[in-house]
């Protein structure tokens, strides 16, 4: 048998046999099985639980992590809103319902931060903030599948076992993440909305996956929120990134959003651009309080995904079509396309002064 400590104190016998399971795909899941990949029981993965006997693919599991935010954009686009998120709410209501079965001691489910919402002059996040709704056009991408994801898991977590956590991470980075905040610094300008202050706070994907092993082994339960400890200012994401910023009126960067959205040029909701030009730092403080400490600073985190965009600006001088949008994604199609037109309304506007 292994002994485990939890919060309490009390030591918790584990079974030889139990192992963590790992449910998700895309380079979080990933980062997640790694994390306990040095812990004295196994670690297994599953892309998802199947719909036929998803108990039995549960069966002798004492942890369960399920990564409702995969970190890669293609898990998102590209399908309609609703058969995606039928599919997240029954695999999360089947995956739940699964543990309870199988007697799994402990859920993590992995969503992210986006969920409290972005706004001009956002507070920072702190664990127990209640979820923020917006705008129904925002239900229609990532915003909405995560906060299907977490409407479940509320539901849930009304029973006594299992134990369960929500780690809500800040934007991250790291080898293989794919999402709209990473590709806002494809673009060829960093968008900013006039009037708003877009500080940055990132997380690496292995301060994630190292969050959810931590809450386990410590029994923390509820909601987590999941950061690094700086914040960088605007003048230093600019100075960092080497590049510069194009500032446009807030209705003009939504409008046009709005209207690339709505002809099928961009693949997500406009209200969805809140997240790369509004704040949404997060405080994880009952995470610090109770020890764990983010290896990875914002500082280093940008460095690292400015390296992995190196190469890859997606606009250079041409209309995009829907394809080359399908290709960018979401916010990123939306900055490079918004950032594109205003540069060469800029440009115009000098040469026939």
Do not use: N
Not at 2 to 27: I, Y
Not at 148 to 172: D, H, K, N
Not at 233 to 246: K, T
Request: hydrophobic share 50%; proline share 5%; aromatic share 4%.
């Amino acid at each position: 048998m292994v002994v485990g400590q939890v919060r309490s104190g009390r030591t918790e016998v584990v079974a030889d046999d139990a192992f963590v399971l790992v449910v998700g795909r895309g380079p979080v899941a990933a980062a997640v099985a790694a994390a306990w990949s040095d812990a004295p029981r196994r670690v297994e993965t599953l892309d998802e639980v199947p719909t036929t006997e998803p108990q039995a693919a549960l069966a002798g599991a004492d942890v369960v992590v399920l990564v409702a935010h995969p970190g890669d954009l293609r898990e998102v686009i590209g399908r309609p809103a609703r058969e995606r998120q039928a599919e997240v709410v029954a695999h999360t209501q089947r995956t739940l319902a699964a543990a309870r079965a199988a007697k799994v001691r402990h859920v993590v489910v992995v969503t992210s931060a986006v969920v409290h919402g972005a706004w001009p002059e956002r507070p920072v996040v702190r664990d127990g903030d209640p979820l923020h709704r917006g705008a129904d056009d925002q239900q229609d991408g990532l915003v909405g599948d995560l906060l299907a994801v977490e409407a479940v898991v509320a539901r849930s977590g009304r029973r006594r076992t299992p134990l369960v956590t929500v780690l809500r991470p800040a934007p991250i980075v790291g080898a293989g993440v794919d999402t709209f905040v990473t590709r806002h610094f494809e673009a060829p300008r960093l968008l900013t909305v006039r009037g708003a202050t877009r500080q940055w706070q990132f997380v690496h994907v292995d301060d994630v996956a190292s969050a959810a092993r931590f809450a386990v082994e410590h029994g923390l339960t509820g909601a987590l929120t999941v950061g690094a400890v700086d914040v960088l200012e605007p003048p230093q994401v600019e100075a960092a990134a080497g590049m510069r910023r194009v500032e446009l009126a807030a209705t003009t960067a939504f409008g046009t959003a709005e209207r690339l959205h709505r002809v099928g040029v961009l693949p997500a909701p406009a209200a969805e651009l809140a997240f790369v030009v509004y704040p949404w730092t997060v405080a994880a403080d009952r995470l610090r309080a109770a020890g764990w400490e983010a290896q990875w600073s914002s500082a280093a985190c940008l460095d690292l995904l400015l390296e992995g965009v190196q190469g890859r600006v997606a606009v250079a001088g041409r209309r995009l079509g829907a394809r080359d949008a399908a290709a960018l994604g979401a916010a990123g199609a939306a900055v490079a396309v918004i950032g594109t037109a205003a540069v060469w309304r800029q440009a115009r506007a000098r040469r026939g002064r």
